[in-house]
């Protein structure tokens, strides 16, 4: 091996090493981004480490409407209005799909942006199923009842009534919907049978 090559190769190693270690000092993985020793008394910072979960909305039950405030990625935020219209398991062929993990479930929901300023609701990998006896799972699929689709950025007053096909573990329990940040914004109550 040349000397230069031997040297890189070595500079490359230690480099590698260092980072290995430099990794592992920090929860983060950026030592830059690590609380000072002031800063570690506990605060409002602290909240947005929360589990998802933490908090749990209300149980919203069929004909139901309720509001929650949305906020986007950079802190934005405005008043959606969810109703909830129905709540039905169906069979995979009632929907044209291959057999489910659990049983498939379709809430009609109407979603409405109340507020002043552009909000999402985006079901897609936020929502989760749980009952008294089953921690919460993801449920939601992208299977679509050729209904509106309310996954969506909605302007200031506009709203879409739509369903949403969820693959519960089981009937029963409830559906909690997540917002973009993780907040758990709205729970719907499904039935039992």
């Not at 897609?124 to 799972?137: F, L, P």
């Not at 693959?167 to 729970?187: E, F, H, M, N």
């Given at each position: 091996m040349r000397p230069y090559s031997r040297s890189a190769a070595l500079f490359i190693a230690a480099l590698t090493a260092t980072g290995a270690v430099a990794g592992c000092s920090s929860a983060s993985g950026d030592?830059?981004?690590?609380?000072?020793a002031s800063s570690t008394a506990a605060g409002p910072e602290k909240s947005a480490d929360a589990p998802k979960g933490a908090t749990?909305?209300?149980?919203?039950?069929?004909g139901k409407t309720r509001t929650y405030t949305?906020?986007?990625?950079?802190?934005?935020?405005?008043?959606m209005?969810?109703?909830?219209?129905?709540?039905?398991?169906?069979?995979?062929?009632?929907?044209?799909?291959?057999?489910?993990?659990?049983?498939?479930?379709?809430?009609?929901?109407?979603?409405?942006?109340?507020g002043h300023q552009d909000g999402t609701f985006t079901p897609?990998?936020?929502?989760?199923?749980?009952?008294?006896?089953?921690?919460?799972?993801e449920v939601s699929t992208l299977i679509s009842t050729g209904t509106q689709d309310?996954?969506?950025?909605?302007?200031?007053?506009?709203g879409v009534t739509g369903d949403i096909v969820l693959?519960?573990?089981?009937?029963?329990?409830?559906?909690?919907?997540?917002?973009?940040?993780?907040?758990?914004?709205?729970?719907f109550e499904m039935p039992s049978r």
């Open positions: 030592a830059s981004k690590k609380p000072s749990e909305p209300p149980a919203l039950s069929i949305a906020r986007d990625n950079s802190g934005n935020a405005t008043t209005s969810v109703t909830f219209h129905a709540a039905k398991y169906v069979t995979p062929s009632e929907i044209g799909e291959a057999k489910p993990k659990g049983s498939y479930a379709i809430i009609t929901v109407e979603v409405t942006n109340t897609y990998r936020n929502m989760k199923w749980k009952d008294k006896a089953t921690t919460e799972q309310v996954g969506t950025t909605y302007h200031p007053g506009q693959d519960v573990p089981q009937k029963g329990g409830s559906v909690t919907y997540y917002d973009t940040r993780g907040t758990a914004s709205l729970r």
